[in-house]
């Protein structure tokens, strides 16, 4: 990933990083008699993968968590949740792990309360869906003290029966917060077991690096405590998220409390842009969209209003942070631009701030201005893969075919990293190149053939753009002398493959720096 070598017979590595690329016989004279020689056999190199957007912590935590992915019913849900009570009699609370989908369910919606007071009527429960959403039972409500006369909060949204008193459905992160603040945070020592535990199945994938997004302070100090036990293998840049019940008064204090700015940190751990979600997201209506909702007049959700989203940048841009705003919704995308575009250029334009998502109504001038101020956009091609039915659904095939216009953000300038947003969609590099190089979408054929990208850009929103986004690039994302030897041994040459076969290709070996993390010759 080397425009000036981009190819190469022999790899030379000394103390975790690239010394030397080229053909075997220069390369294999560079080294001492000493040198360990590793033969690949024919396989292909590449720069170790990094995935842009990738919740590892959440991911890592479903195992300990009530675990409800792939639920098909809410009967499902329930049944899972009755037998994960029964076996834990002693949990104050229930909570669930984030990768479940309404979409998977027979009813497409939310449980609520009474649904889950059938299943657990005697301990809180709390279940959240990607950040966005959460479904509680009543014990749980009334533990938060909401009921009928309860106000909504800014941004968020409870969801009410027609007497007014709480369905148990919280939306956005405000609302779901006036629940999550009672649950108990996981102990230390089960959030270091679910990295360990998740990293090997990412070095599976060839991952060797993420930028983990939306980070409480609980969560950064468990990446630390990992990071200092040398129990952390997969590189990791960290996005402390905007808390949602912080007063416009300590935006500032928040960010000095910080141990920044952006890019402070070391090769295994770092601080990234700080992210502040402005929408929601589609299945929910809450994504901050162009056009109304079918059958409604509704818009979706803009989380954070104006004069504090102009506050949250101003005090960033002063502080040295960049932003990593999610904006799915034209609308968003919109608003996003506005407040960066409204703050002094040449500071921005130094920040590498990014849009997340901004799949769905971008327009020509939002990506020229995205360009202009210097920014990135962190992409999930298998998003799209996944999404695409469900927009068609309710906006027609020529909405569908047009979101993630991942090629016209490019040609506009904007860097575009690639990612999987796990747990939403699987930590799986190779799977996004292939859906971001076909767009095909099972039994609909390609979405959107315009916005496909060559199999050379798929790899670098996996390699080189992503370690930009990443604020690493000066050390990873290519495989030349000085940068950490990260890199995944593949069985066959990406660029030499059909793209409808690009999902077969296996991972053989990782690696990251001197030590090999996953190995399957």
């Known amino acids: ?37 590793l033969d690949l056999r024919g396989a292909t190199v590449l720069p170790g993968f990094t995935d842009s957007h990738n919740h590892m912590l959440w991911t890592g935590m479903r195992h300990g968590a009530l675990d409800l992915s792939g639920s098909r019913s809410i009967a499902e849900i329930g049944d899972r949740l009755r037998k994960y009570a029964a076996q834990h009699p002693d949990l104050l609370w229930i909570t669930s792990s984030e990768g479940w989908f309404v979409e ?43 009921h009928a006369g309860s106000p909504d909060v800014a941004g968020g949204h409870i969801v009410r029966r027609p007497d007014g008193e709480p369905s148990g459905e919280l939306q956005e992160a405000p609302a779901m917060r006036l629940v999550s603040r009672l649950v108990p ?84 751990l770092r601080y990234g842009a700080i992210k502040v979600f402005l929408d929601g997201v589609v299945s929910m209506g809450t994504a901050w969209v162009r056009d109304p909702y079918p059958g409604t007049c509704d818009h979706g959700t803009r989380i954070v209003a104006a004069d504090r989203l102009a506050l949250i940048v101003q005090e960033c841009v002063r502080a040295g942070w960049s932003l990593g705003i999610h904006a799915i919704g034209g609308l968003a995308v919109d608003a996003a631009l506005a407040a960066l575009a409204a703050a002094p250029r040449t500071r921005v334009a130094g920040l590498r701030c990014s849009l997340i998502h901004a799949y769905l109504g971008p327009t020509a001038g939002n990506m020229r201005t995205a360009a202009a101020l210097g920014m990135g956009l962190a992409a999930q091609p298998q998003m799209h893969t996944w999404i695409a039915p469900r927009l068609a659904e309710m906006w027609g095939r020529e909405v569908a075919d047009a979101a993630s216009p991942l090629r016209s953000w490019l040609d506009a300038g904007v860097v575009v990293a690639g990612g999987s947003d796990s747990p939403l969609t699987p930590t799986d590099p190779i799977a996004g190149i292939h859906d971001a190089v076909t767009r095909l979408v099972a039994g609909r054929g390609v979405a959107g053939a315009e916005q496909r990208v060559d199999v050379a850009t798929a790899l670098a929103m996996y390699t080189t753009s992503a370690a930009w986004l990443a604020f690493a690039d000066h050390e990873r994302g290519a495989l030349v002398p000085g940068r950490l030897a990260d890199w995944v041994a593949l069985d066959r040459d990406p660029l030499a493959t059909r793209p409808e076969d690009l999902r077969s290709i296996r991972v053989l070996q990782t690696r990251v720096g001197d030590r090999t993390v996953y190995d399957n010759r």
């Open 185 to 268: 945070e996981p102990s230390r020592r089960e959030v270091l077991r679910a990295l360990t535990d998740v990293q090997q199945e990412y070095h599976r994938r060839g991952v060797t690096a993420v930028i983990d997004p939306a980070l409480t302070a609980p969560e950064r100090a468990a990446y630390a405590a990992a990071r200092d036990r040398g129990a952390l293998t997969v590189r990791t840049t960290m996005m402390p998220v905007l808390e949602p019940d912080l007063s416009d008064d300590d935006v500032a204090g928040w960010l000095a409390g910080l141990a920044g700015p952006t890019g402070s940190g070391d090769s295994w």
């Open 104 to 146: 998977d369910l027979a009813e497409r919606r939310m449980p609520d309360r009474e649904e889950l007071d059938a299943y657990c009527p005697d301990v809180p429960v709390y279940l959240p869906r990607l950040g966005h959403a959460a479904s509680v039972n009543s014990r749980a409500l009334q533990a938060a003290g909401l």
């Open 1 to 37: 990933m080397s425009t000036a070598h981009p190819e190469g017979s022999a790899l030379l590595c000394r103390n975790g990083r690239v010394a030397a690329v080229g053909e075997w016989d220069q390369v294999r004279g560079l080294a001492s008699a000493r040198a360990e020689l």
